[in-house]
């Protein structure tokens, strides 16, 4: 049976070239970065190279401001409270968007439960956050607007340029989430006027256990995690040596590969869409429609009277790997707060799945699902009560 | 690479990649709900009654593979005779 990956906004594969990076520093270069002889040296200089390259992939003006991190929910989590310790004394207000990620929503209500209150910008029914609305929502005790690069869920592509010039201007502190997007569209810490980005490897080709935290010089941020010294008393607790070396590696050939990813993956995602969207009736795309306001490997799509679990188990019995929002067997059953931010029915946000390419898929594995789940969701509709 | 390992076990997907019992029964004596698309699954079930007895029970569901499972289990579903 074929085997289709449509899962790359979860995981994807660890590139050759990044393992052998990484591979050294498993059992031979196996010192500790804070230890002062060859071995520990060794170690320091592999990470500070991997330092270089991921601040020359996102544009930073030195490699001094990157953290890296354990994954992107630690950067999150340093991101929002970091600088709602670092700036308690300018106010207790923040300001983000309704479809942020849950690590940074959680981390925002960790801060409610402490004396701080949080504004949520709405968004577009395409999942669009407004810069009025950041505007609006603004008030003269805050210090923190975070609004992602790309939804996680339904790859709308967000203002962030703008929004970062309204920080700018206000004086308040610009964090953006660039998970989603980051290995697949530009990151540019410059252009975007963030004090502080966000984004982990794994989602582009890079191992898992490691996160990067871009903090802009001027950037105020109190650690949270609390020991010893390591990046610059940024972060505590020993680094991840292999994992960092490979998330350098692989923002390096991030940089170097990313149009042809984007393209590659756009076309696909056109072909899959206009596929889908011919052999099922009754068939919604969640976001911006495939074109320059959506991520360019992602669908998110809804088919009507089909829930995403019974959904997902199909695919995955015909060697399909989608993802799905609410199941009983995944983490929660609730219908995701995205599709309940841009508006969408409830039903339909029980049906949800979300179809991410990757460089490894071909025009075959697209025609084999276009193909393969209309029968799965003819399967469905057909037990389902009307 | 180690066999898949299933999200299910072995009876629960045979359930629910094999379903019995789905559909409506004709002119049913009784029909029940349950459930809120919205906010979870929703299972539908009419019967057959004679002289106090259920003589044919169907369903329908939206829902996971656990209640498609559920559903074809369930004693109504399961009640001819009962």
Same mark, same amino acid.
């Given at each position: 049976m074929?085997?289709?990956?449509?899962?790359?906004?979860?995981?994807?594969p660890v590139?050759?070239?990044?393992?052998e990076?990484?591979?050294?520093f498993?059992?031979?270069?196996?010192g500790?970065?804070?230890?002062?002889?060859r071995?520990?040296?060794?170690?320091?200089?592999?990470?500070?190279r991997?330092?270089?390259?991921?601040?020359?992939?996102i544009n930073?003006?030195?490699?001094d401001?990157?953290?890296?991190?354990?994954d992107g929910?630690?950067?999150?989590?340093?991101?929002?409270?970091g600088?709602?310790?670092a700036r308690?004394?300018?106010?207790n207000?923040?300001?983000?968007s309704?479809?942020?990620?849950?690590?940074?929503?959680?981390?925002?209500?960790?801060?409610?439960?402490?004396g701080?209150?949080?504004a949520?910008?709405?968004?577009?029914?395409?999942g669009?956050?407004d810069?009025?609305?950041?505007?609006?929502?603004i008030?003269?005790k805050?210090?923190l607007?975070?609004?992602?690069?790309?939804?996680?869920?339904?790859?709308?592509?967000?203002?962030v340029?703008e929004?970062?010039?309204?920080?700018?201007?206000?004086?308040?502190?610009?964090y953006?989430?660039?998970?989603?997007?980051?290995?697949w569209?530009p990151?540019?810490?410059?252009?975007?006027?963030?004090g502080?980005?966000?984004?982990?490897?794994?989602?582009?080709?890079?191992?898992?256990?490691?996160?990067?935290?871009?903090q802009?010089?001027r950037?105020?941020?109190?650690?949270?995690?609390?020991g010893?010294?390591?990046?610059?008393?940024?972060?505590?607790?020993?680094?991840?040596v292999?994992?960092?070396?490979?998330?350098?590696?692989?923002?390096?050939?991030?940089g170097?590969?990313?149009?042809?990813?984007?393209?590659?993956?756009?076309?696909?995602?056109?072909?899959?869409?206009?596929g889908?969207?011919?052999?099922i009736p009754?068939?919604?795309?969640n976001?911006?429609?495939p074109?320059?306001?959506r991520?360019?490997a992602?669908?998110n799509?809804?088919?009507?009277?089909?829930e995403?679990?019974?959904?997902?188990?199909?695919?995955d019995?015909?060697?399909?790997?989608?993802?799905?929002g609410?199941s009983?067997?995944?983490?929660?059953?609730?219908i995701?707060?995205?599709?309940?931010?841009i508006?969408?029915?409830?039903?339909?946000?029980?049906?949800?799945i979300?179809m991410?390419?990757?460089?490894?898929?071909?025009e075959?594995?697209?025609?084999?699902?276009?193909?393969t789940?209309?029968?799965?969701?003819?399967?469905?509709?057909a037990?389902?009560?009307? | 690479?180690?066999?898949?390992?299933a999200?299910?076990?072995p &009876?629960?997907?045979?359930?629910f990649?094999?379903? @019995?019992n789905v559909?409506?029964?004709?002119?049913?004596?009784?029909m %029940?709900r /349950?459930g809120e698309?919205?906010?979870g699954? &929703?299972m539908?079930?009419s019967?057959?009654?004679? @002289?106090?007895?259920?003589v044919?029970?169907?369903?329908r569901?939206? %829902?996971? /593979?656990a209640?498609?499972?559920?559903?074809?289990?369930?004693?109504?579903?399961?009640?001819?005779?009962r």
């Amino acid at each position: 049976m074929r085997q289709v990956y449509l899962d790359h906004q979860s995981a994807t594969p660890v590139l050759p070239e990044v393992l052998e990076a990484m591979k050294p520093f498993f059992a031979g270069a196996y010192g500790n970065p804070s230890s002062l002889h060859r071995h520990g040296l060794l170690a320091r200089d592999a990470i500070a190279r991997a330092r270089e390259q991921v601040a020359a992939f996102i544009n930073a003006e030195s490699p001094d401001e990157i953290i890296f991190t354990s994954d992107g929910t630690e950067s999150a989590n340093l991101a929002v409270k970091g600088t709602a310790a670092a700036r308690r004394r300018d106010g207790n207000h923040l300001v983000i968007s309704a479809t942020e990620h849950p690590a940074v929503i959680a981390s925002a209500e960790f801060l409610e439960s402490r004396g701080f209150a949080c504004a949520r910008a709405p968004v577009d029914g395409r999942g669009l956050v407004d810069p009025g609305g950041i505007r609006a929502a603004i008030t003269d005790k805050t210090i923190l607007i975070a609004v992602h690069h790309v939804n996680h869920e339904i790859g709308a592509i967000q203002p962030v340029r703008e929004i970062g010039a309204l920080a700018r201007e206000r004086g308040i502190a610009f964090y953006v989430d660039a998970e989603a997007g980051a290995g697949w569209l530009p990151v540019d810490a410059r252009d975007w006027n963030a004090g502080l980005i966000s984004f982990s490897p794994h989602r582009f080709y890079g191992p898992k256990g490691v996160g990067v935290l871009y903090q802009n010089r001027r950037a105020r941020l109190e650690a949270i995690l609390h020991g010893g010294g390591q990046e610059n008393g940024r972060r505590a607790g020993v680094e991840n040596v292999p994992a960092i070396v490979g998330a350098g590696a692989a923002a390096e050939i991030a940089g170097r590969d990313l149009e042809r990813r984007r393209a590659h993956c756009a076309r696909l995602q056109r072909r899959l869409w206009d596929g889908l969207r011919a052999g099922i009736p009754r068939l919604k795309l969640n976001g911006p429609e495939p074109g320059p306001g959506r991520h360019p490997a992602t669908l998110n799509i809804s088919a009507e009277l089909t829930e995403g679990e019974a959904q997902l188990l199909l695919c995955d019995m015909r060697g399909i790997a989608v993802s799905g929002g609410s199941s009983c067997m995944s983490r929660s059953r609730n219908i995701s707060h995205v599709l309940a931010a841009i508006g969408l029915d409830p039903a339909l946000a029980r049906g949800n799945i979300v179809m991410s390419l990757g460089m490894d898929n071909t025009e075959e594995d697209v025609d084999y699902v276009i193909e393969t789940y209309p029968k799965i969701v003819a399967k469905l509709r057909a037990l389902s009560p009307s | 690479m180690s066999p898949a390992p299933a999200l299910y076990n072995p &009876t629960v997907l045979d359930h629910f990649l094999n379903p @019995r019992n789905v559909g409506d029964v004709p002119e049913p004596e009784a029909m %029940g709900r /349950a459930g809120e698309p919205a906010r979870g699954d &929703t299972m539908r079930l009419s019967l057959r009654i004679r @002289r106090g007895r259920i003589v044919d029970a169907r369903f329908r569901t939206f %829902g996971c /593979a656990a209640l498609e499972d559920y559903d074809n289990r369930h004693p109504a579903a399961r009640a001819p005779g009962r």
